[in-house]
Every structure is written in C-alpha cells, then in structure tokens.
C-alpha cells in the first residue's frame, strides 16, 4: 500500500504570495495532521482534521488554514507568505480521530520563501 | 518552561554501547507519549508508543515516570543504524502533539 503522499516535493514562493500543499493519507486513514518543521527543531503541529472536521489547532496565526476532502485527502494554505514561513511541511495520516494514536508522516514539503 | 525539552546532544557511543535518554514534559496531565526516529532529511517514523508500565522493544526500552514528569529511552547495544535525531512527543490535551527539538544520537564503529 501507498504510503502517505505530499506534494509538490519542493517549492520557492516570494514574499507577501499565497501557497497551497496537498497530502493524500493513508488508504483507509481519516485522520490527517500538519506540522511544520524548521531546521534544527522538531515538527510543530499546525491542525488536526478528522472526518472532514478541525479537530486540533496549534498556535499558529490565521494566515494558515487547511481543510480536508470527502476522500480523507488533505490541503494545508497560507497567505501572505513570510520569510518565517520557511521550513519543511510535513503531512501525517492516523487511522482514527485524536492524537493518542501512531502518526505515519509523508515525506514533506519543503517551502522556501525568498 | 517549554511543554516537552531533550537534551540536544549529540551524544557520541562507540557500536555496542547502551545509551539512554530523558525527555521532560510540563503538563502534568499528558495522557500519551511516544519516541519518534528521524534520520537526516527524511520524516518522523515512531520508534515506539511509551506506556504506564514501559515497554521493550528488542533493544529498546522505552520508561515513563509520571512522579518526575519525564520520559526516557533505552538504546543497548547500539548500531551504526541507530545514528538519527530521536524525537520525544507528548499529547498535551486538545488534540496536540508536541514535540521536542530532538537529541541526535552518533554512533561510531
């Protein structure tokens, strides 16, 4: 089985621009969760969505916004980029709702903003 | 206080050595918690879920002392493949993960 996918793999945006990641779980999988990683940190979590529904959100601004589809597949967006926002972007997919459970993490995507 | 700190090492053994590490955790009411593997450029895979009880895993063991507020890992016998950043993560309520910054591990022949 396919594990979980993220796209695009690498990606360089301009200041003050919008981007949107995509990431398709697990099959099977209805849990999605975002987290951004800057170099030499661990992964930050950004939101947590389960049956199409926010489920947990980290402290980040309201730039950031994600949804997620009726085929569990998600997409994380944010708007007026900032240098900041530079880091790599990494999926997880779980098989249920909550956090309590393993997390299968996609192999990211990494944002450069210049 | 950060929610979840680790010492950042790197901590440098010999193959065959035992080797531990100690996370610590400020909510006193995190239910879960787990060691996740990341190796260079690559993502987070779980190593193993931590339990009331602690757990072995072959040559990992993984501990979890609630009284203290920390959580530890175990490496015996430790592999050139064991080199990595080893990531503590703790569910701190709401549905949040949180993970620490990591300790890198180097494991030399």
């Known amino acids: 089985d396919a594990g979980v996918t993220q796209s695009p793999t690498h990606l360089i945006k301009t200041r003050g621009q919008q981007v949107t990641l995509r990431c398709s779980p697990i099959?099977?999988?209805?849990?999605v969760s975002w987290y951004q990683q800057v170099l030499g940190q661990g992964p930050q979590f950004i939101f947590q969505?389960?049956?199409?529904?926010?489920?947990g959100r980290g402290n980040f601004p309201d730039r950031f916004s994600a949804r997620q589809f009726p085929n569990y597949s998600s997409e994380l967006n944010v708007n007026a980029l900032l240098l900041g926002d530079s880091a790599l972007y990494l999926c997880?997919?779980?098989?249920?709702?909550?956090?309590?459970?393993?997390?299968?993490f996609g192999p990211g995507t990494r944002l450069t903003v210049t | 206080r950060k929610e979840v700190e680790q010492d950042p090492g790197p901590f440098n053994v010999p193959e065959g050595a035992t080797v531990a590490f100690n996370c610590t955790y400020s909510n006193s009411a995190s239910q879960s918690f787990f060691w996740y593997r990341q190796d260079c450029r690559k993502e987070p895979k779980l190593l193993m879920s931590v339990y009331s009880s602690g757990n072995e895993d072959g040559r990992f063991t993984a501990q979890l002392n609630r009284a203290s507020q920390y959580i530890s890992l175990l490496i015996r016998d430790s592999k050139l493949s064991d080199s990595a950043t080893y990531l503590c993560?703790?569910?701190?309520?709401?549905?949040?993960?949180?993970f620490g910054a990591g300790t890198i591990l180097r494991v030399k022949s």
């Open positions: 993560v703790v569910n701190v309520g709401g549905n949040k993960l949180v």
């Open positions: 997880a997919s779980s098989p249920r709702g909550g956090v309590n459970y393993e997390q299968y």
């Open positions: 969505y389960y049956e199409k529904e926010e489920r």
């Open positions: 099959s099977g999988h209805k849990s």
